[in-house]
């Protein structure tokens, strides 16, 4: 899983085999979260968000989970496909106004035909 | 459809050159950001506005300043382009929504190479 602020993982996965992402975040005033998807020479897209008083929220074969107890979050791909070969990043907005983020390193996600 | 646009996908420039990365929103977003992207450090924020002429220094402000003369356009500005400022530079935007719900939308990016 990715820390933000540490080295940027791997994960090769099967078409068709679930995929799990891993963020750690480390600012407990976060109570936003959103992950994003950044294919190779595009800017990030939004995937999927989650507010802090909520611990999962599923989107179209996206689940996200958050666990505050330990500041940890998660991303759940059902049926990853070929497509959704990306770096995934989650970021945090550390209670912060005006919109600021925080975001991780990122994670390859790499999904074999 | 939101749209956030970059002047140029890829720009060469030189040592000592003064470059301007421009970026116009059309969602009528409050919030602005600048970020560079370098292999393995992730998105860092170089600066950020969240009105028209604020400005906010983020974590990596040094070498560089913005503009926001209008509400939909934002400029980076590298004064004096050195080869440590060689990597990809992404702009979003944002516009606050209450309770912490700050999705920022973002530009293609800028490859930016210094000579």
């Known amino acids: 899983g990715e820390s933000v602020g540490l080295h940027l993982p791997t994960l090769s996965v099967q078409e068709g085999d679930n995929s799990i992402i891993n963020c750690a975040y480390s600012?407990?005033?976060?109570?936003?979260f959103i992950w994003y998807k950044q294919e190779s020479g595009k800017g990030p897209q939004f995937i999927i968000d989650?507010?802090?008083?909520?611990d999962k929220r599923q989107g179209q074969r996206v689940t996200v989970l958050l666990n505050k107890t330990v500041k940890h979050l998660s991303l759940q791909i059902a049926a990853t496909q070929p497509g959704d070969s990306a770096v995934y990043f989650c970021?945090?907005?550390?209670?912060?106004?005006?919109?600021?983020?925080?975001f991780g390193q990122g994670t390859i996600l790499t999904v074999h035909p | 459809d939101v749209k956030v646009t970059q002047s140029s996908r890829y720009l060469v420039k030189r040592t000592g050159e003064k470059v301007f990365l421009e970026c116009v929103q059309d969602?009528?977003?409050?919030?602005m950001f600048w970020y560079r992207q370098d292999p393995g450090l992730g998105l860092r924020l170089i600066y950020f506005?969240?009105?028209?002429?604020?400005?906010e220094k983020g974590d990596i402000p040094e070498g560089y300043s913005v503009s926001r003369e209008k509400k939909e356009r934002f400029s980076l500005i590298l004064e004096s382009a050195s080869t440590n400022q060689t990597s990809m530079y992404l702009c979003?935007?944002?516009?606050?929504?209450?309770?912490?719900?700050?999705?920022?939308?973002f530009g293609p990016g800028t490859r930016l190479t210094v000579l």
């Open positions: 979003a935007s944002s516009s606050p929504q209450g309770e912490g719900l700050d999705e920022q939308f």
């Open positions: 600012n407990s005033a976060s109570d936003y």
């Open positions: 989650i507010r802090s008083n909520m």
């Open positions: 970021a945090e907005n550390g209670g912060t106004s005006y919109g600021k983020l925080t």
């Open positions: 969602m009528d977003h409050e919030n």
């Open positions: 506005s969240y009105d028209v002429k604020m400005k």
